[in-house]
Antibody
């Protein structure tokens, strides 16, 4: 059974930092590009970041560029999201996902909640 | 950025009746290889999103054939031939042809 298990969410003050982790099992992790997608309370989906399978390329929208860093450790089947300079508008449920574009199963985790508030 | 515009945003449907959701992109999603990376996702209440359709019209494994995707260029459609109670939720289109990846606003399907 495939599992993507996110962790690391919590309550943080504006300007603070958090590191999210997503541990994958049941897939050949090193062959998948991995992404983070977030969903603010009661709102839609927003793509946050993608890292290629080898880790050689990373992508971000302008809303998080320079503040968030995605990385991965293929020996641990884990992808990370380092979030610095957090703002109230970063409050959301953060999903780890394969966000696959072509043929093959697409996988999503259950999400980890990040709340930015003083 | 490519803006994805869905309509309608709310779709009340009678059980057993068809439903159709439109998704329009502000730029063409067609790659040089002729394919377009347009996905449809379903998010049931309290659940994580689930991909239904990839490359415009390809159904994911386990997705009922009541769901179909069509379109080209900048204009795409998700159709449900006969809505069932389990289809209630929010449906999102997402383009993967350009960076940054962008989602539509979501269409809420509810039973009348």
């Amino acid at each position: 059974e495939v599992q993507l298990l996110e962790s690391g969410g919590g309550l943080v003050q504006p300007g603070g930092s958090l590191r999210l982790s997503c541990a994958a099992s049941g897939i050949t992790f090193s062959t998948y590009d991995m992404s983070w997608v977030r969903q603010a309370p009661g709102k839609g989906l927003e793509w946050v970041s993608t890292i290629t399978s080898s880790g050689s390329n990373t992508y971000y929208p302008d809303s998080v560029k320079g503040r968030f860093t995605i990385s991965r450790d293929n020996s641990k089947n884990t992808v990370y999201l380092q979030m610095n300079g957090l703002r109230a508008e970063d409050t959301a449920l953060y999903y780890c996902a394969t966000l696959k574009l072509r043929m093959g199963t697409d996988y999503w985790g259950q999400g980890t909640l990040v709340t930015v508030s003083s | 950025d490519v803006v994805m515009t869905q309509s309608p945003l709310s779709l009340p449907v009678t059980l057993g009746q068809p439903a159709s959701i439109s998704c329009r992109s502000s730029q063409s999603l067609v790659h040089s290889d002729g394919n377009a990376d347009l996905n449809w996702f379903q998010q049931r209440p309290g659940q994580s999103p689930r991909r239904l359709i990839y490359e415009v019209s390809n159904r994911d494994s386990g997705v009922p054939d009541r769901f179909s995707g069509s379109g080209s260029g900048t204009d795409f459609t998700l159709k449900i031939t006969r809505v069932e109670a389990g289809d209630v939720g929010i449906y999102y289109c997402m383009q993967g042809s350009h960076w940054p990846r962008t989602f539509g606003q979501g269409t809420t399907v509810e039973i009348k």
